[in-house]
């Protein structure tokens, strides 16, 4: 630019002698747009001031010292690295990133320039992107707490779920003894019925041989009074003082039998008496028992609603609650495979083998189907059952004639019974209140072997039915009669 002013100040110089001064302005202005144009020129070979914004498009771009590819590398930039470019060199950028400032070459396949509204658009992006993030990762992280809580319980939720069965034990022990009471209280109500009547009869037959002893009593006094030999002196003849004689000693041994009777059932009433006593104490004894046991039937089924209404309303007592019931629907797996290694003892039954009747057994229960849930709705795909809703205390049957291979308490099903048919074969009855059969037994085929309850159940009365063969669970609902 100096330059370019010099050379004007000496052209004008030498035309300063020349008279037009048109001239000598038009030529000045030429110079002075010649030198314009040089110096922009120069610029842009040199370099300009940009203070633009690029974006690394291309995985890795070398940042160099210098223009120039046979310069080394002071830096690499990853794919979507954000530059400020400070000015263009031909096919050169020199940028800067995190204050370190360097040349790349320019190709738009390598970075891409963007202007401030396109900056103002990325940084909006940006933040989103980076908000979008932030809730991705407290998603996570609470997807990662819920997941850790679903497969992890505290001791406390396992000692809840096990106490819902100690509790569900205790209840059924106690309606075990107040049924047990009752039962011993109508048989002792019959003795006490009898035994009353008996007392009746005796007392009345005693009364009647007091009162012909009564008129004994007299007769005697009277016949003392005579004097026996008078009577017997009093004779017609022998043969009937002989006669008189007999009669006479029938008639005192008569009296002597009927005073012996009399005392004897005088004694009995009395035995009997203190045994209708003893039987009025044991019953009041056992009415006392029996209200204590209906007490701690009632405490115990408060405490095993109140469990089963924290289960159903509390997530993490609901996903523990079935927790356990896969570990039992596990057990009974293994109990039923241990049962299956004993001798196929049934081989045939009255009725035929028992895999000809698929579709044409009768239903165990009168009662309503429904696939197997736990509690809350949702199928428990962990059972292969179905539940039969029912009545309490409605007799459950045998869909078959078999041999019952277990009959006793099960956890997380109640009280169970598991029946062999034969051929591999046998079906499961569980949550019943009473059990009618045990291990060992032989039933046939529409045979009452318990009654419906709610042991082990946190959804009413009802029975788990099941069909099994080699062990492994079949759909029941193909071995019953369609409707």
């Known amino acids: ?205 005693i ?23 008078n009577i017997l002196a009093s004779a017609e003849s022998i043969n009937d003082f002989f006669q008189r004689k007999i009669t006479m000693e029938h008639i005192l041994a008569y009296d002597g039998k009927i005073w012996g009777d009399l005392v004897k059932n005088k004694d009995k009433l009395q035995q009997m008496l203190d045994r209708m006593n003893a039987q009025k104490t044991k019953k009041l004894l056992l009415e006392t028992d029996l209200n204590k046991q209906i007490g701690i039937m009632s405490n115990e089924n408060e405490k095993r609603l109140k469990l089963l209404v924290d289960i159903q309303s509390k997530k993490r007592l609901g996903l523990a609650a079935i927790e356990a019931l896969k570990q039992t629907a596990a057990a009974l797996d293994r109990t039923i ?6 001798p196929n003892k049934i081989k045939n039954t009255s009725h035929g083998v028992f895999s000809s009747f698929k579709g044409l057994l009768k239903m165990p229960v009168k009662g309503k189907i429904s696939r197997h849930d736990n509690g809350q709705g949702k199928t428990a795909n962990f059972k292969t059952g179905i539940d039969i809703k029912a009545d309490r205390g409605e007799p459950i049957r045998s869909v078959y004639d078999g041999e019952i291979l277990f009959s006793r308490w099960f956890k997380g099903y109640g009280n169970m019974i598991i029946i062999d048919h034969g051929d591999r074969f046998c079906t499961v009855y569980a949550h019943a209140e009473e059990l009618f059969k045990t291990k060992g037994d032989y039933v046939e085929a529409g ?37």
């Open 1 to 205: 630019m100096v330059r370019l002013f010099y050379c004007s100040e000496t052209i004008f110089k030498r035309i300063n002698s020349v008279k037009n001064s048109h001239f000598i302005l038009l030529v000045f202005v030429i110079f002075i747009v010649a030198g314009s144009i040089v110096f922009l020129h120069s610029d842009v070979a040199v370099g300009f001031q940009s203070n633009e914004t690029g974006i690394v498009t291309v995985s890795r771009l070398n940042v160099r010292p210098e223009p120039g590819i046979d310069k080394a590398p002071i830096k690499i930039l990853e794919k979507g690295s954000k530059v400020t470019i400070l000015t263009h060199h031909n096919n050169w950028l020199k940028i800067q990133h995190n204050s370190q400032i360097g040349y790349v070459r320019y190709r738009k396949s390598y970075i891409r320039i963007i202007y401030d509204k396109e900056i103002e658009n990325l940084s909006n992006v940006d933040a989103k992107i980076k908000t979008a993030k932030q809730k991705a990762e407290d998603i996570d992280r609470k997807l990662e707490e819920q997941e850790s809580a679903l497969q992890t319980f505290t001791k406390k939720e396992a000692a809840i779920i096990n106490s819902l069965n100690e509790t569900d034990i205790a209840l059924n022990n106690a309606r075990k003894r107040v049924s047990a009471l009752r039962s011993d209280l109508a048989l002792l109500e019959t003795d006490i019925q009898e035994a009353t009547y008996a007392f009746n009869n005796l007392r009345q037959r």
């Open 447 to 483: 045979e009452v072997i318990a009654t419906v309850g709610d042991t082990g159940s946190m959804i009413g009365p009802k029975l788990y039915f099941e069909v099994r063969h080699n062990g492994r669970p079949v759909d029941p609902l193909e071995w019953l009669i369609k409707g």
């Open 337 to 342: 495979q241990f049962l299956n290694q004993r």
């Open 207 to 229: 009364k009647t041989s007091e009162d012909y002893a009564s008129n004994r009593l007299v007769a005697v006094y009277k016949l003392n009074m005579l004097g026996k030999m």
